[in-house]
């Protein structure tokens, strides 16, 4: 046996169990998967917003001599 055949023999082994590999994880897309759930998007609840503007303290800067 010449190390092409043996190189042959071993490349169709490597391509065999690539190929079952890909078909036992499933196929790509969604052929053979059951569909997803469709789910309703519902809104967050948003924070209540503060009915008046909070009150700031006073603004202290350094003014220079």
């Known amino acids: 046996m010449t190390s092409?055949?043996?190189a042959g023999l071993l490349g169709?082994?490597?391509a065999?169990?690539?190929l079952g590999a890909a078909?036992?994880?499933g196929p790509i897309g969604q052929f053979g998967k059951p569909p997803k759930p469709a789910t309703?998007?519902?809104p967050e609840a948003q924070p209540a917003?503060?009915?008046a503007p909070v009150?700031?303290?006073p603004v202290i800067r350094?003014?220079?001599n």
């Open 55 to 57: 009150p700031r303290g």
């Open 62 to 64: 350094e003014v220079p």
């Open 16 to 18: 065999i169990v690539v």
């Open 12 to 14: 169709t082994i490597v």
């Open 23 to 25: 078909v036992y994880y």
């Open 40 to 42: 309703l998007a519902q």
């Open 49 to 51: 917003a503060p009915a």
């Open 4 to 6: 092409q055949s043996f």
